[in-house]
């Protein structure tokens, strides 16, 4: 039985008819279970980082490339904000319906009310043609044009920013 998060990520797939490889696998949580699931795509998971300020009052789901270095200081630079902090694993799952580790650009789909501010890493638009992704649970992942990441918001309504960390 699918989960609300992934139902909406297979029906946006369908309703943007963009085509895409799936691949089911054991939990993975960490970068380094990705980089398994990634060779067997053929293409990188990127990270999907959920983060907030101190106050938990803004949120932002951020790709980035998974070889990439994260550091809050910098990306709060780029955004011109105040530091950020990883959100935490309950309002991840309160505000985009994944579980800590399967945060991926189909949340956008969970965000009607638009509390989540969509960043991307221009980074992986500029250097990749395919990513990796979770469709919205822990054992499941694919490999979508990243193009995707740009399309989803159609739906969602999301605006993209795009970003250079």
């Known amino acids: 039985m699918k989960c609300p998060l992934q139902e909406r990520a297979y029906d946006a797939l369908e309703k ?8 089911d696998n054991s939990p993975a949580a960490s970068m380094e279970d990705c980089q398994v699931i990634g060779e067997k795509l053929g293409t990188e998971v990127v ?4 983060l907030c300020n ?3 009052t803004m949120f932002y789901l951020f790709i980035t490339r ?3 270095p994260f550091s809050t200081k910098d990306f709060g ?5 105040s530091r950020v902090s990883f959100a935490p694993a309950d309002k991840l799952m309160e505000m985009l319906g994944a579980e800590h580790g399967a945060a991926t650009v ?7 009310e638009h509390k989540v501010r969509y960043i991307i890493d221009k980074d992986v638009l500029d250097s990749l043609e395919y ?5 919205g649970t822990l054992t499941s992942y694919m490999k979508v044009p ?14 993209p920013t795009i970003i250079t960390v």
């Open 146 to 159: 990243v193009e995707t990441l740009l399309r989803i918001p159609e739906l969602s309504g999301h605006t």
């Open 131 to 135: 990513i990796g992704c979770p469709d």
């Open 16 to 23: 943007l008819g963009i085509n895409f490889e799936r691949v």
């Open 54 to 56: 101190r106050q938990q």
């Open 66 to 68: 998974a070889d990439k």
């Open 47 to 50: 990270k999907n980082i959920f």
């Open 106 to 112: 189909f949340c956008l789909l969970m965000d009607p």
């Open 77 to 81: 630079k780029a955004l011109q904000i």
